[in-house]
């Protein structure tokens, strides 16, 4: 019934913890779990699955979680009790621990396990890319960018990007991580400050008094602090709310095709936050899926070992429709899928109000306002190239 076929001459995996749905940020927080579901429906639906080797992760340990983050902080998310009453919207908690039970990381019912899940499913992923039984890695339930060592931080509470990135580290001399959700990877950026072995990317949406996290202007490229080997290897792309597909696209290449040039990694992380899509209940842009894929066709172009991560992405039907389309994208089927959603799966339910026939490809959403100069996208990639130029292998 499929036609969807394993690509030739390499393998993709896709991990998956279906425990991971199961968990409620609260009936109204924009986080839902269940958009993973979704996502995965959509790719069973298609046959993707007959393409790519299928895991399940266990979750990951304590002693994992502890490569990156603090005692303290990790016995205080084990022990914690679960807050039935979500608190005020704004936050007014002065004494939250570890910035712990807030309006953005609620303190849920299961909070521990569902974190180590995520962090489970992409150090599973990094992995497969080490003993190199894979050579695209899909971690969808991982890309939770915000979390530090000792904080929660924009519904993220474990960084599972900064473990698989360390797991690579293992075995691999330079990482490069790109980051195309509509907020700034912050949590990501931070970790490697002092290391030359990764570079970090992030495209955001950047407003420091009106829009988390309000960090990731153009000049901040890393502590440019006495000999730190990490300075100059954090580049931020700031951009204004509307950017169009086209803009993006030619950013994006033009950004890490430099970058990929000048750093020369051996492995490439892409967190794929699809917040940066039109229509999201929280970001600003203007991107279709084809814009959003195109970064992903791009990255694997290149032809490195890749692990893909999820990330934000609040309105849940656009961003199934772009991780199915991502996904297809890296066994290399997006040529040969029906863009008509398939009849025969219950998710279509969730598709049917909006057409008869629901199209992969076609997003929900007014689009928003482009304010994004071509005069202000050229400063960006001058300053970039400027930057690029500290950076030599
Ligand atoms: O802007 C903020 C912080 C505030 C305090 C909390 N209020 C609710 C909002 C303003 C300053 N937080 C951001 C966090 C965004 C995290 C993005 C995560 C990722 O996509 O990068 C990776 C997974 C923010 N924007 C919107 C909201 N918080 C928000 C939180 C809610 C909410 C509505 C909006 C929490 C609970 C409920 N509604 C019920
Ligand atoms: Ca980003
Ligand atoms: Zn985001």
């Known amino acids: 019934i499929s036609n969807i076929t394993r690509p030739k001459g390499y393998n993709v995996s896709f991990h998956y913890q279906p425990e991971m749905e ?32 299928n895991y399940t992760p266990r979750a ?9 983050h603090t005692q303290d902080y990790l016995d205080f998310l084990a022990t914690v ?7 005020d919207l704004d936050n007014h908690n002065p004494d939250l621990k570890f910035n712990l039970g807030g309006s953005d990381c609620p303190l849920f019912e299961g909070l521990f396990d569902y974190c180590s899940m995520s962090g489970g499913v992409s150090l599973d992923a990094a992995r497969k890319i080490c003993n190199k039984e894979s ?25 599972d990007i900064v473990l698989a990135i360390l797991q690579l580290l293992r075995h691999h001399p330079r990482v ?33 008094l009106n829009f988390f996290p309000g960090t990731g202007g153009l000049d901040d490229n890393g502590p440019k602090n006495e000999h730190n080997p990490g ?28 970058i990929v040039e000048k750093f020369r990694p051996t492995a490439i992380c892409l967190q794929c936050g699809a917040d940066s899509l039109a229509g999201d209940r929280i970001g600003r842009f203007n991107l279709q899926v084809q814009g959003h894929g195109a970064c ?57 109000q909006e057409s008869l026939l629901p199209s992969l490809e076609q997003i929900v959403g007014e689009p928003r306002q482009n304010r994004n100069t071509q005069k202000r996208l050229q400063d960006v990639i001058q300053h970039v190239h400027e930057q690029l130029r500290f950076v030599n292998q």
């Open 22 to 53: 199961k968990h409620h940020f609260g009936q109204t927080h924009p986080m839902k779990p269940w958009r993973l579901t979704l996502t995965k429906s959509l790719v069973m639906s298609y046959g993707m699955n007959f393409a790519m080797d």
């Open 60 to 68: 990951a340990t304590y002693e994992e979680l502890r490569d990156f």
């Open 81 to 87: 009790a679960p807050e039935p009453v979500p608190r």
């Open 135 to 159: 050579d695209i890695a899909i971690a969808w339930g991982g890309g939770l960018h915000h979390a530090k060592k000792s904080e929660a931080s924009g519904f993220c509470y474990i960084n």
């Open 176 to 208: 490069l991580y790109i980051d195309i959700d509509v907020h700034h990877g912050d949590g990501v950026e931070e970790a490697f400050f002092s290391t030359d072995r990764v570079m970090t990317c992030s495209f955001h949406k950047y407003d420091p």
């Open 231 to 258: 300075a100059h290897h954090a580049i931020n792309v700031p951009l204004n709310d509307g950017i169009t597909d086209e803009q993006y696209a030619w950013l994006f290449q033009s950004v890490i095709g430099k």
């Open 296 to 352: 992903v066709e791009y990255v694997k172009g290149l032809g490195l070992p890749m692990i893909i991560f999820g990330g934000g992405g609040y309105t849940p039907r656009n961003v199934a429709r772009a991780w199915a389309y991502e996904t297809a994208v890296a066994i290399g089927c997006q040529g040969r899928i029906d863009p008509v959603i398939p009849q025969h799966t219950v998710w279509r339910e969730h598709f049917r």
